[in-house]
Nanobody
Framework: QVQLVESGGGLVQPGGSLRLSCVVS????????IGWFRQAPGKEREGVSC????????NYADSVKGRFTIARGNAKNTVYLHMNSLKPEDTADYYC??????????????????WGQGTQVTVSS
């Protein structure tokens, strides 16, 4: 049973930073891609970033390029989303998702198989 658990959300002021974590269990190796998505109230789910099983394969939505960084942790079952220069429009529930055997990655929700429960990020003064 593949499971993903997000953590690290919270309330932060505009211009601040947060680090989200996605801990993955249930796969036999780290041969999977992870995507981060977000959904604000009343809006559709939006792809934010992703990292493939191949080192260095990452993608970002234009809205977060230069501000967010995705990376695998030293513990290979953890993927981080480092979020800097946060804006009120970054406020949303953030979800991570996984897909087995994907060396590259994409940020379309229908490309992923398993999802976490989400963590809430609020950017407000």
């Amino acid at each position: 049973q593949v499971q993903l658990v997000e953590s690290g959300g919270g309330l932060v002021q505009p211009g601040g930073s947060l680090r989200l974590s996605c801990v993955v269990s249930g796969y036999t190796s780290d041969n999977y891609a992870i995507g981060w998505f977000r959904q604000a109230p009343g809006k559709e789910r939006e792809g934010v970033s992703c990292i493939g099983s191949s080192a260095g394969s990452t993608n970002y939505a234009d809205s977060v390029k230069g501000r967010f960084t995705i990376a695998r942790g030293n513990a290979k079952n953890t993927v981080y989303l480092h979020m800097n220069s946060l804006k009120p429009e970054d406020t949303a529930d953030y979800y991570c998702a996984s897909r087995w055997g994907w060396r590259s990655c994409g940020i379309r929700a229908d490309e992923y198989d398993y999802w976490g429960q989400g963590t809430q990020v609020t950017v407000s003064s």
